[in-house]
């Protein structure tokens, strides 16, 4: 069923019948299990001559010779090549003289038991079809899937499992969106109003429903991004997901990919993407536990004014002193990551990628950096500098696609302490040696004489106790404990965000009872972002939506320079929400400059 938006232009949106979809799932991999369709025509089969008896005698009589010279009497069907007869018994005895008759017999039978349970195996497609329904069904039961297709059904990654082997889904997938997409662009021609249009609108199918799933689509020249979610988020929130998806895609590949198919459309793309799934994985793991993603905003650690201020000011100091070229370093940057212990109760959840966080930046003209290209910096250091591998250096190409999608730029990724990292961005493929000398002048300048020596011998740093990355290391995310404003705020607000809209930036407190799983956790994040939808659609200055669910009341307030998002407990009346989030606002804008980095100029 096609339906319209309420302001007349065509809503994208198809919707699917339940019973259809498990038919459409079922269709996955019957290549692969060599299911033969009861339209299928026959095998052929084989032709004879027209003298048919002739060349039956012929072939009988040439077996019949080499069965005879190898002492066998046994009648050979016609048509069978000879290699594929099995050997006789009489040629399996003579292998061994010694054996008795008895360990013979022993022998053949479990030979032929062995023969004949592979010729089962081969002939009955039955065990592969089972292996793939259970594949099939698994990960069906995933709640939310993630592929990248192209137009032509190419494979190219999928979250969950082998993308070679949803190619019948890919291509089914292909035929929806073509067919429904021309089915409303025909709709669309028959509306009054786009038949006056110069230029009629161009209608994609945004999504499609089938039973508890949801289809997302999101189209970018010849590649496909589909979401299957069962999660309850919006299609707004998913179609979010896939862009970042896209976005990563291209900090790999640039916008060459499309060149790339539009000189060959069945382009596979995969040897391309070579040893980058860890990267891709960890980024979804970082969508579903980050709200910078939702927010579109950069999560910064809480620290004080002077300790920022000497970061950003001892780093632009030693890049001069190194050598390198400041017109061509667009972002240097020190992040802090939440060890692993700490993460679990803090921001994140045990075991996620969201454990980074702002700690300060230098970047040209004071141009704030796009949450984009901060997520996709943050993830590259995540995925590339594994826990193991901590104070080794990378330098790799990447593009920034807000910073520029058509070009790469070459990162210095490194740890100067366990929690500490130095990410510097250059234009320049000779940036590294600079950018080095800049690594080892930091650790040095906020060390203790002790670490000197460890550097200097090779020996990774211990943890700084003193100067401003010692503040940094020993920094804890704050709670709604820390928030000095009244004791009776603590016994009814339990999780706040606050997002700066001037420089895209937000703060989170840690998490607390009832959100210690990190199912909660998520759930609570979806929360705040069915808020914001809301409050989107509200009119005036403060636009504010409350709404309860089973645990807690949640809060969403939009303003001309702010967003607030806060979870209060479920019995909390409407005006001690309200009044709440006054007091909230006015306590961060009075700690402004510990709660958020604006970039310094690196030059």
Not at 265 to 283: F, H, I, K, Q, V
Not at 337 to 344: D, K, V
Request: with cysteine; aromatic share 8%.
């Amino acid at each position: 069923m096609l339906s319209s938006d309420e302001d007349k232009t065509l809503c994208s949106t198809l919707i699917v019948s339940p019973d259809c979809v498990p038919a459409v799932l079922s269709s996955i991999g019957s290549r692969s299990r060599g299911d033969e369709s009861p339209q299928q025509p026959p095998l052929p089969t084989t032709e004879f001559s027209e003298d048919k008896a002739t060349n039956e005698g012929s072939q009988r009589d040439v077996l019949s010779s080499s069965s005879s010279s190898s002492g066998t009497n046994k009648s050979i069907p016609v048509g069978i090549p000879k290699e594929d007869i099995s050997p006789p018994a009489q040629q399996i005895t003579a292998a061994t003289e010694s054996e008795t008759a008895e360990e013979v017999a022993d022998r053949i039978q479990r030979t032929r038991a062995a023969s004949q349970a592979a010729s089962q195996t081969a002939a009955d497609p039955a065990s592969d079809a089972n292996s793939h329904d259970e594949w099939r069904q698994s990960w069906q039961r995933r709640n939310k899937h993630l592929f990248i297709f192209s137009d032509a059904s190419r494979p190219i990654f999928t979250r969950y499992g082998d993308e070679t082997e949803f190619l019948d889904f890919f291509g089914m997938m292909n035929l929806i969106l073509s067919v429904s997409s021309k089915t409303l662009s025909h709709t669309a021609s028959l509306d009054p109003a786009t038949k006056a249009s110069k230029n009629p609108p161009v209608t994609q199918v945004r999504y499609a429903k089938g039973g508890r799933k949801t289809y997302v689509y999101l189209t970018h020249g010849s590649l496909v991004y589909l979401a299957v979610s069962s999660t309850g988020e919006s299609v707004e929130q998913i179609q979010n997901q896939l862009e970042f998806l896209h976005m990563l895609l291209l900090s790999v590949l640039t916008n060459g990919v499309h060149d790339i198919f539009e000189r060959r459309s069945n382009y596979d793309l995969r040897p391309l993407l070579g040893g980058t799934e860890s990267m891709m994985t960890g980024a979804i793991r970082m969508m579903n536990n980050n709200p910078a993603f939702g927010l579109s905003s950069v999560p910064v650690l809480k620290l004080k004014k002077q300790c920022r201020d000497l970061i950003c000011k001892t780093i632009r100091a030693r890049l001069r002193e190194c050598g390198a070229d400041l017109s061509t370093t667009p972002y240097a940057m020190v992040m802090y990551h939440i060890p692993e212990a700490r993460a679990s109760s803090s921001y994140g959840g045990a075991g996620s990628s969201n454990t980074c966080l702002l700690v300060g930046y230098l970047s040209h003209a004071k141009s704030p950096i796009h949450p984009r290209d901060f997520c996709i910096l943050a993830n590259c250091v995540q995925c590339s500098l594994p826990p193991s591998a901590k104070y080794q250096e990378m330098w790799t190409p990447c593009c920034l696609p807000q910073f520029s999608p058509d070009g790469f730029l070459y990162l210095y990724m490194t740890f100067v302490s366990p929690t500490i990292s130095l990410v510097l961005v250059s234009t320049s493929k000779d940036a590294f040696t600079p950018f080095r000398g800049v690594k080892d002048a930091l650790a040095l300048d906020f060390m203790l004489d002790s670490n000197r020596e460890r550097v200097a011998s090779g020996v990774p740093p211990a943890e700084p106790n003193s100067g401003p990355l010692a503040e940094v290391a020993s920094c804890r995310l704050y709670g709604i404990k820390d928030v000095e404003i009244q004791e009776r705020l603590q016994d009814e607000v339990l999780h706040f965000i606050f997002k700066d809209s001037i420089h895209n930036q937000h703060t989170v407190t840690r998490f607390v009872p009832p959100f210690v799983t990190r199912k909660e956790q998520k759930q609570l994040l979806r929360h705040y972002l069915k808020a914001r939808e809301g409050a989107k659609t509200c009119v005036g200055a403060k636009r504010t939506t409350t709404y309860t669910t089973e645990h807690y009341s949640i809060l969403a307030r939009i303003g001309r320079t702010y967003e607030l998002y806060v979870a209060y407990k479920p019995l909390t009346s409407k005006q001690s929400i309200s009044s709440w989030a006054t007091i909230l606002k006015k306590w961060v804008r009075s700690q402004h400059e510990s709660l958020f980095a604006p970039p310094g100029s690196i030059s």
